[in-house]
């Protein structure tokens, strides 16, 4: 009996941030492919127009998107999708979102008041995310819980401290929003008098 080929279910996450947060970073350490970036150098053009502070080493920005993919099973596919970080490229970010199932928000405690726009951008479109705390050379070690307490963030979403340059710390902030997302739908479903049909599988498969 031949097997029957079925293309693979392709689920689309978002990596957001604030500039300079580790987005890039994050998609690039993950990734299975050479991610696609869309960085271009800083130029003079940018000073006073792109805040620095804080991160006056850094000298390339994402103009665009980056993109990334991550092949869980044969049935599962991952396509990441990282925004953009400067307030104008914002109108980039609603065509990113599009048809995501939910967000992973990247927090650099230098820079802290960066990550309320993101944040605010997916709680306002009900779209599902995380924040993860980056742990990275000359950050601020504040713990989950101290930076939820400084973003006003909801008990329910989860905040995980996180090393966007480390693949396995980045998978493991990957299958803490899907595990979340699932969740949400669960509670979505439950809420509109779903279950009368075949239970929903909420097994996430370890990534690869």
Do not use: C
Request: aromatic share 8%.
């Amino acid at each position: 009996m031949s097997e029957t080929l079925t293309a693979p279910t392709a689920v689309k996450i978002v990596i957001a941030g604030g500039f300079g947060a580790g987005k890039t970073t994050m998609v690039g350490s993950v990734s299975e492919i050479v991610p696609l970036r869309t960085e271009e150098v800083l130029t003079e053009a940018s000073a006073g127009v792109d805040d620095l502070a804080g991160i006056e080493e850094k000298n390339t920005t994402t103009v665009a998107l980056d993109f990334g993919r991550i092949t869980i099973n044969q049935q599962l596919v991952l396509y990441l999708f990282g925004t953009p970080g400067q307030d104008r490229f914002w109108f980039m970010w609603n065509e990113l979102a599009r048809g995501a199932i939910g967000a992973v928000v990247i927090v650099d405690t230098r820079r802290i008041e960066a990550s309320f726009p993101a944040i605010d951008f997916f709680e306002s479109r009900g779209i599902p995310f995380i924040v993860t705390v980056n742990q990275f050379d000359g950050s601020i070690p504040y713990g989950a819980e101290e930076v939820r307490h400084a973003l006003d963030i909801d008990d329910e979403v989860p905040v995980v401290v996180s090393d966007a340059r480390n693949r396995e710390a980045a998978k493991n902030a990957l299958v803490e929003l899907i595990e979340y997302s699932i969740r949400r739908l669960d509670e979505t479903e439950g809420e509109a008098g779903a279950g009368d049909g075949e239970p929903v599988d909420s097994e996430v498969p370890a990534a690869q």
